[in-house]
């Protein structure tokens, strides 16, 4: 009996290995892909790419909250927009752009944990409409201090955060891969370590969590300022990048883009809100190209546009209702008999 | 003194078109747990088809009706969707009705276009202690506190208003006693969707209309039904009003830029007031 039994664990741990081993071959693959990537890219597909890095760290930050501590954030947006503010108005004070950088998802977590210490009073839905209305209060607030950000008109001439030779798109490449691969590290680690365990201890039950000493508020206090952390590093980077800002670049429509990203890959994975970022990114843009077609009726663009991705959400998640990655790596893990 | 009693006055009428999209969020979720940010999309959706049917030539009134069944339809197939062809889990199923808004926004300009439309209420002012007052405002009152007493009738009153307060406070429960609980919930979508239709139709014609304006309504709907817990009808009404009447309040005294942000604050800050005593007493 026994023997059965430690044959079977040892099967399925050995399935669980290869399929790790799977995972580790995908990542190099990944890793090696996205450095080799960049300089065969034209501009425009260079620009897409910084993007894409930008999205991969902000989204990594909210699966991160919603995955392993369970709070749902309608608001990952409006950090974003605070980091890229940050950023973007120290450096055009004078101050070092790489500091200007360093401040901005320093100032995020700062902020983030200070409206943290009432609205986490509130959990689940409550949650998603405080950050929601958080999001809507920021782009207000920054949209009326027209003395400070330039108001509806925005912020121009941010100086570039390298000096002129190399403040191209090629470098903001390399510098929005080291950006996220820090972020998909820290997180990797984070999640690994005991307060990541108390944390995912957490995400299913909070009164057990807190009767086996986990302390819940403070943790999830940090959670929900490290996660803002990323979205303002990203932001920060995107204010150097376009060297303009304005309200209309962070609408609330970003902050759904977030969540959708962190949800189609597969929550709870810090490789789903990648995979998530690359896809909806590469979808956004091909329907992006589609609507460039000259010869088109006017509006149909923006018909195909809505209606491809409506529909890509909707079959995504009832195909997929756990994501693309935990689907995968179960179909895998089952293909792998011993 | 005028002033701030056109302001209270218009600010109910539109908290209560709040007030209304917030009862189909809540009817939704009650049942089937799932958040529908969809429901701004069947406001816009009727008040597409009152616009298509008056042009048509059809009278008020069965042009509204029109509309509000167009949009319980529409509420119908987005619930066999999101939960009629398999359990899908809340964050999924969420994510569905986003994509569902996407989709009526390609309906919308495709039938429609995408430059603002505008169709007629109901015309003319009456004077209310020294101010004037649209008519639509009052009908918008009159509308909600009939559908109200429908709605308390029909859950106190018939059985299938039990059959939903009985899935709503156990579905498993609810499944033994031989309720079908998955119908149900697509009936609440339908019922949803019609809800929704009508808060489109009685607010739509005061503003004007495109297919974007679903963001705003969904916010809006969504933060008076988050003020009753997503659970309570009659909380959600107070929440809709406070959130008109601060509304109307700041477009009127200080600036219409600010009115959203505020409005928005002071529900945020009565809910973590409320949590912060609940857990006092606890």
Known sequence: MNAHLDQATSKATGRLTRVRSVGFWAVLLVGVASVAAPPFL??????????????????????????????????????????????????????????ALLAAPVGTGLIAAAIGLPVLRLRGHYLAFATLAFHLIVLTVIAEARPVTGGDLGLGGIPPLLPAPFATPLVYCYVGWLAAAFVILLTGNLVRSRPGRGLRALASSEVGAASSGVAVGPDKLKVFAISAAYAGLAGGIYAFFLSYLSPGSFPILLSIQFLVMATVGGMGLVWGAVAGAAIITLLLQLLQILASQPGLPETLPAILNYAVYGLVLVLAMLLLPQGILPTLRDRLSRRWPE | MGLLLQLLLTGIAIGCGYALLATGFVFIHRVTRVVNFAQGGFAVIAGFVTYSALAAGLPHGVSEVLAVLAAALVGLVVGVLIIGLRDTPPLAALIMTIGVGF??????????????????????????????????????????????????????????????????????????????????????????????????????????????????????????????????????LVGGVVLGIFEQLIAGYSRASYQKAVSLFVILAILVWRAARRREQT
């Not at chain 1, 501009?43 to 995955?67: C, D, H, K, N, R």
């Not at chain 2, 002012?125 to 405002?137: D, H, K, L, M, T």
């Open chain 2, 103 to 236: 989709c009526l926004w390609a309906l919308e300009v495709a039938v429609w276009g995408d430059q603002p439309l505008q169709f007629e209420g109901l015309g003319g002012v009456f004077a209310v202690a020294g101010v004037s007052i649209q008519y639509q405002y009052a009908l918008i009152v009159a509308v909600t506190a009939a559908t109200f007493a429908l709605l308390a009738l029909f859950f106190g009153h018939s059985y299938l208003g039990k059959v939903f307060t009985a899935c709503a406070s156990n579905p498993y429960a609810a499944r033994l006693a031989g309720i079908d609980v998955r119908r149900v919930g697509i009936i609440a979508f339908a019922l949803g969707g019609g809800l929704g239709g009508l808060a489109g139709v009685l607010l739509l014609s005061l503003r004007s209309l495109t297919f974007d304006s679903d963001v705003d309504l969904s916010i809006n709907g969504f933060a008076a039904a988050i003020f009753g817990g997503l659970q309570r009808p009659w909380l959600a």
């Open chain 1, 42 to 99: 034209d501009e425009g597909q260079q620009t897409i790419y910084v993007l894409f890095t930008l999205s991969v760290i902000a989204s990594v930050g909210l699966s991160l909250l919603m995955g392993f501590a369970g709070q749902v954030s309608l608001g990952q947006g409006a950090f974003y927009a605070l980091g890229a503010y940050t950023a973007g108005l120290l450096a055009k004070q004078g101050a070092p752009p790489p500091l």
